[in-house]
Each structure stands twice: as structure tokens, then as C-alpha cells.
């Protein structure tokens, strides 16, 4: 175990998943194609709602309702009565609505909570998922291979990505209230390498160059952005026994240096993936890591699921249950389960042990709402006090 112990930072849950539940009981349908990103429009009041539930619970990170959110979803979207007028008497959002929608989810997620030390105030985590995340159906599990023709290729990638990015980098006020910026569930190499060029095309290198890694907005300098790339891992992929490679090719996608390969990110890790595969996930990156030669220069991002064997069907827009994944006791030779949060923290502790991150950001993605992560800062807070 090395002699300082990296730090753990709480990340919120599900935000999508937390919306369809009580008190919220979001409906989604194929009239708000930006999925949680609508309630910008329709409720921002409520968004506010459940990011300060995350907020009470104990997040450190607060991220926000983005992931879906695009200029081609909201061009899509039915126009509210509210935002009817005369010179918008039609459907769809233009870019300048959309930029200007997009960038007041940054104050909806930055929330304060009451805690025993006094007010404490989270951080923002600005979300954005694949291109497919905005598809419907949704393909974001897919990646490039379900993408039409124009959109595969790593060019055509980069200026979408950079294109959304750049709504809340080039707007002063926005950007000073993003802490981090998370690009979630990406599982092309392709696309992987996109969001790498974007980030070093919104952020080129300071006058005069500067530490490596370190750009104008995005590094870990004092007023620079924290980001990470995070990855998912299908259950197809591991009945085929594929996801070991999967995972070594995507880190290796995410940290490897060269021309043409943009900017190494701050962190790595995986999201929307079952609880119980985590463990064996973040223990093949952690070899990645060693054998790139970056033990303690990267952090670890980890945000399960919080299904206990149920999968997500696009087309009916639910999740239902997998006939794959056993449900019974052992003695009907299914799964037993462990609590989440028990789950969770294994993971951490044998990824902190092993000395290879420079710290963990932890939390939850779907069906993991405030109580899930009100148990989980319980059991870091638990896990700190007894080994520093």
C-alpha cells in the first residue's frame, strides 16, 4: 500500500433513472428526444429538485442533465407553448435556443447541502454521452458501428463533439462553473480518439506551452477542467467472453500518446455496467496502467448500475429483466447478490490498494438514485476512518 493514500470523491447517481421514480415520475417518449435534457424546458424546477437529493445524500460531484442533450435532438423537439412566439411558430429548437438551453443546466446542478461541518458545496460535471446517445433509437452501447456512414469516421466525430462542447467553453460565465467533464459511455476506439482531438481543438496549448497534459480551460492548474473518459461493458460482450480485450483496447484508445491521438485525459474508468462485473473491469485497467508506465498520473472513474440482473430495451424505452442473468437463490443456480454499495466499495478498496490511481471518483448510473448514494458515502466515510 503506498504511504499517502489516493482520495475518494462521491459522484451522484442516475440522473435519468432517478427522474422516472417517485416524487419525479418522468415520462420519456419519442416527443422528447433529449430524454432528461427536456426538462430544461419543461421543468428545470424539478432537475433542481433531484440534483440537490444527490446534493443531501453527499455527492462531492454533481453532474448535469446532458448526456442526450444535442442541436439535432432539440431540432427534433415539439415546441412548448411557452417558447412559441411569432418568430418561432414552429417545431424544434434552433442552435442559438439550444446553446442558451444547454448552458443553464450548469447553475441547475451546482447545489449546496447541510452536512455536520456546515454548508458544503458539490461540483459540476458537465455530462456528455456518444454521438449514439443521441440516436433513436439509442445505440449507445453500440458505438461507430451503428452510426450512418458519415458519422464514422473519426473527423466527422471530432467536429460534433467539439461542436457541443464548445456551447459551454465559449461562454465565460458557464464555463466557470464546470469542475469536470465527463464523456460517458464511449466504446469505440474511433470515437474515443474524437473526443480526445475535440478537447485539444475547443482547448489549444497555452502561449508558450506549459507542464504536459496542460491547456488554456482543461488540465489540473489552478481555473483548469478535470475530465475523464469512461466506457461500458455490454452483458453480450462478457457472454462471449470478449470483454477483457474490449476493456484493454478502449484504455489503451483513452491514454495512449501519439500524433494525432489528442489530449490524455485526467481520468479513466467505466459506467452503466453491472455492479458485480466492476471489480474485474477496473482490475484489467489498472494493469493497462502499469503497463503504460502512469501508475499515480490518472484517476479512476467508477459509476455502476444499480440493477440486480435487469437490462435496458431501447425500443420500449424501460428496463426489463434479463433471462441471461439468474435471479434465484444459488440453489437454483442464479446469482445471490450483494448490497450495491458493498459491491461498490470492494472495488474501491482494491483499486485504492493497489496503488496504481491517483484518486477514485465513485457514484452510480442507472436505477441508483440519492438513497443508494446516501449508503454508499456511509460506507466511504466508514472505509476512510478505518484505513486513512
Not at 147 to 166: F, K
Not at 312 to 333: F, L, S
Amino acid at each position: 500500500m503506498p504511504p499517502s493514500q489516493p482520495p475518494i470523491l462521491l459522484l451522484d447517481g442516475g440522473l435519468g433513472t432517478t427522474l422516472t421514480s417517485p416524487p419525479y415520475n418522468t415520462v420519456y417518449s419519442g416527443t422528447t428526444p433529449t430524454w432528461s435534457s427536456h426538462l430544461l424546458l419543461s421543468s428545470p424546477q424539478t432537475l433542481s429538485s433531484a440534483h440537490n437529493a444527490f446534493a443531501t445524500a453527499g455527492a462531492d460531484i454533481i453532474s448535469t442533465a446532458t448526456y442526450q442533450a444535442s442541436f439535432e435532438g432539440f431540432a427534433r423537439t415539439p415546441r412548448l407553448p411557452a417558447y412559441r412566439n411569432s418568430e418561432f411558430d414552429k417545431d424544434g429548437y434552433g442552435p442559438a435556443e439550444t446553446s442558451g438551453i444547454l448552458r443553464g443546466s450548469i447553475p441547475l446542478a451546482a447545489q449546496r447541502s447541510q452536512d455536520s461541518g456546515g454548508i458544503r458545496k458539490a461540483k459540476v460535471a458537465l455530462a456528455l454521452g456518444p454521438y449514439g446517445a443521441t440516436l433513436e433509437p439509442s445505440s449507445d452501447y453500440v458505438g461507430v458501428p451503428s452510426y450512418s456512414a458519415h458519422m464514422r469516421s473519426v473527423d466527422a466525430l471530432e467536429t460534433w463533439h467539439a461542436r457541443r462542447l464548445d456551447i459551454f467553453a465559449s461562454h465565460k460565465e458557464t464555463w466557470d462553473g464546470v469542475e469536470y467533464v465527463a464523456f460517458e459511455t464511449m466504446v469505440s476506439a474511433e470515437e474515443i480518439t474524437a473526443v480526445r482531438r475535440a478537447m485539444e481543438s475547443v482547448f489549444p496549448p497555452t502561449e508558450g506551452g506549459g507542464k504536459e497534459g496542460e491547456r488554456e480551460g482543461e488540465g489540473e492548474g489552478e481555473g483548469k477542467k478535470k475530465w475523464w473518459i469512461s466506457t461500458v461493458v455490454p452483458e453480450e460482450l462478457d457472454e462471449r467472453g470478449e470483454w477483457e480485450g474490449r476493456v484493454r483496447g478502449v484504455v489503451e484508445a483513452m491514454l495512449r500518446d501519439g500524433e494525432g491521438r489528442g489530449r490524455r485525459p485526467w481520468g479513466v474508468g467505466v459506467n452503466c455496467t453491472a455492479v458485480h462485473k466492476v471489480e474485474r473491469v477496473v482490475g484489467v485497467m489498472g494493469s493497462v496502467v502499469r503497463e503504460m508506465g502512469l501508475v499515480g498520473e490518472v484517476w479512476l472513474v467508477v459509476y455502476p448500475d444499480g440493477t440486480m440482473g435487469e437490462v435496458y430495451d431501447a425500443e420500449r424505452r424501460e428496463w426489463v429483466a434479463d433471462e441471461r442473468e439468474g435471479m434465484g437463490g444459488d440453489e437454483e443456480g442464479g446469482r445471490r447478490w450483494k448490497a450495491w454499495e458493498d459491491e461498490v466499495m470492494s472495488a474501491v478498496a482494491a483499486a485504492r490498494e493497489s496503488g496504481t490511481w491517483a484518486g477514485i471518483v465513485v457514484g452510480g448510473c442507472c436505477k441508483t438514485g440519492p438513497a443508494e448514494i446516501g449508503r454508499l458515502r456511509r460506507k466511504i466515510d466508514e472505509y476512510q476512518a478505518a484505513v486513512g
